[in-house]
């Protein structure tokens, strides 16, 4: 990723991402997927994901995962679609909180849910993002002991 200036007096930063053959990149809730290596300009204010910030639906098979997608969704949304996917991830958030007995990741949901809240997706995604190794350790099957 590289920050270009923009013409002087625009206002507007630019944002170039450079993606390879076969990389996604959802802008402002489209999903874009390239054939070719090739760079993107955003020179306009959007919200935007790519790469492995990304979590397609069948992916999301833990609780923190579920939250992400959810927080995903109401990230790249419009505005009409942003508060109903919002309230799904904080209902999911607080279903979380209430079902654990793990004081970091109760504290970890609150502060997501609060930087959600604030209108700060990107932080509130990648505190959700560091519950992931905690939920794979959890639901992991335990191994069988001869």
Known sequence: MNNEKSPRGSGQGRLVIE???GDRLLVNGASLQFKNRTSVLLSNHVRFLFGRQIMAAEDATTPARRIYLAMQGAYVSDESERAPLTQAAK???????AAT????VRQ?????IAE????DY???MRQV???FPHDDAMLEPESHTP
Do not use: H
Request: hydrophobic share 50%; proline share 3%.
């Open 19 to 21: 993606l390879r053959a």
């Open 91 to 97: 209902a999911l958030a607080e279903a979380y909180i």
């Open 101 to 104: 007995t793990v004081e970091p």
């Open 108 to 112: 970890t949901l609150r502060r997501a």
């Open 116 to 119: 959600m809240e604030a209108g």
């Open 122 to 124: 990107w932080s509130a």
């Open 129 to 131: 993002r560091g519950l």
